[in-house]
């Protein structure tokens, strides 16, 4: 059964840093998946923050471009996501997932395997 845990989320004032980490077991085969960040603010609709094939190509959200990047370590079954310059608007529930190969505009392209119950950031202005 495949689990993915996410941690690192917290409270910072804009223009601070976060770094989110997320463990993920049950994944045979780890690096044939890629691996991504969502993310869900109250009353909006989900999307993609970026993601990170197996290969390690990435792709980002234009919102998060130059500010965010994306990481994994498949030895260790776990996947990063340093967020700098962070912002008001960054505030929400940001999920880590595991899904098929290949890269979108901002997210992977293949269907979602599984996904983790999510660690909450939140920016002060």
């Known amino acids: 059964q495949v689990q993915l845990v996410e941690s690192g989320g917290g409270s910072v004032q804009a223009g601070g840093s976060l770094s989110l980490s997320c463990e993920a077991s049950g994944l045979t085969y780890s690096s044939y998946y890629c691996m991504g960040w969502f993310r869900q603010a109250p009353g909006k609709e989900r999307e993609g923050v970026a993601a990170i094939d197996g290969d390690g190509s990435t792709t980002y959200a234009d919102s998060v471009k130059g500010r965010f990047t994306i990481s994994r370590d498949n030895a260790k079954n776990t996947l990063y996501l340093q967020m700098n310059s962070l912002k008001p608007e960054d505030t929400a529930m940001y999920y880590c997932?595991?899904?098929?190969?290949?890269?979108?505009?901002?997210?992977?392209?293949?269907?979602?395997?599984?996904w983790g119950q999510g660690t909450l950031v939140t920016v002060s202005s």
């Open positions: 997932a595991a899904a098929g190969p290949g890269l979108g505009s901002d997210f992977c392209q293949g269907d979602l395997e599984a």
